[in-house]
C-alpha cells in the first residue's frame, strides 16, 4: 500500500462523514465525535505501530485500518439513533457493508483488502478468533488496543466533564451507589468482565476498566500508566475498600506487562 492510497482514503472519508452533516437538530454531534474519534485512533495505531517496530507500508496499512474501524458508526446513528449494536447492529458489520457498496479498497493487493476487512470486522470482538494468520493478528491487536486508548479518553473526559453525551449514545444508563460484587472479583482474578453484568454507570466504570486485561502490547499498557487512565476512572466510583483494591491491582499488572 502506498501513501498515495491513504491520501485516497483519507479524502473519501472526510466527504462520506460530511454527507452526514445534514442531520436535523442534535444529530450531527454523535457524527463529529465519531470522525474526532477515528483521527486519534489513527494517532494512537500510529504511536503503538512505532513502539512494535512496524515502520513504511505497514504504518500506512496500519492508519487505514484506524481510519475505517468506525465506518459503520455513521449509518448505525443515522438509522437506529444509537451507537448501541445490542440495540441496533453491530456497526463492524455495518462498516464492511458500507465498504463494500462503496468498493472503496477493490484497487488493494487482495492481501491487504483482506486485512483490513478483517480487522474491522474483529475490532469490537470479545475475543479474536485462532484461524488468523499472524500479520493479521497483529493488525488486529494494534487497532483494538488504539481504539482502546481512545475510548478511554472520551470516557474519562466525559465523566470528569459530568456529562451526559454516554446516554445519548447507549441510552439512559441508572445511577446509584451500589457496585457489582461479581466484577469487582472479576477484576481481581484479572479477567475481562462480562459486559452483560453491567447494571449501572459504576459497572460501566469496572467494566472500562477490564478492558485492560485485554491489552495486547506493553506499549499499550505503558500509554495507560503514563496517562493514569485507572486512577481517573476509580476516580469517579466510590471510595470504597474493594475500589482501591481493584485500582492497586491493575496498576501492578500494568506496571508487569509493561516490562515484556
Not at 156 to 172: D, F, K, M, S
Amino acid at each position: 500500500m502506498k501513501k498515495s492510497d491513504l491520501d485516497y482514503f483519507k479524502n473519501w472519508f472526510q466527504q462520506y462523514a460530511a454527507s452526514y452533516h445534514n442531520l436535523p437538530g442534535e444529530g450531527v454531534k454523535p457524527i463529529l465525535l465519531k470522525e474526532k474519534h477515528t483521527e486519534r485512533t489513527c494517532k494512537e495505531i500510529l504511536l503503538l505501530g512505532r513502539e512494535c517496530g512496524l515502520g513504511g507500508e505497514d504504518l500506512i496499512l496500519a492508519e487505514t485500518v484506524a481510519l475505517f474501524h468506525d465506518i459503520g458508526r455513521f449509518p448505525q446513528w443515522k438509522n437506529y439513533g444509537t451507537f448501541n449494536d445490542k440495540t441496533s447492529k453491530d456497526h463492524a458489520l455495518l462498516g464492511l457493508e458500507v465498504i463494500s457498496q462503496h468498493e472503496i479498497f477493490v484497487n488493494l493487493k487482495s492481501e491487504d483488502r483482506e486485512l483490513v476487512q478483517i480487522a474491522i470486522l474483529h475490532h469490537n470482538a470479545r475475543n479474536l478468533p485462532s484461524h488468523l494468520s499472524q500479520r493479521q493478528d497483529i493488525f488486529c491487536r494494534l487497532l483494538r488496543d488504539a481504539d482502546k486508548l481512545d475510548i478511554w479518553n472520551v470516557v474519562i473526559n466525559e465523566q470528569e466533564g459530568c456529562g451526559n453525551l454516554l446516554e445519548t449514545l447507549a441510552g439512559v444508563i441508572p445511577t446509584n451507589k451500589s457496585i457489582s460484587s461479581q466484577i469487582v472479583a472479576e477484576l481481581l482474578e484479572r479477567k475481562v468482565p462480562d459486559f452483560n453484568s453491567a447494571r449501572n454507570r459504576n459497572d460501566m466504570i469496572l467494566l472500562r476498566l477490564g478492558w485492560i486485561f485485554d491489552l495486547n502490547f506493553p506499549a499499550s499498557c505503558r500509554e495507560v500508566l503514563e496517562r493514569h487512565y485507572v486512577e481517573r476512572l476509580c476516580s469517579n466510583l466510590p471510595a470504597r475498600k474493594e475500589i482501591q483494591e481493584v485500582e492497586k491491582s491493575l496498576i501492578l499488572y500494568l506496571n508487569e506487562r509493561s516490562k515484556d
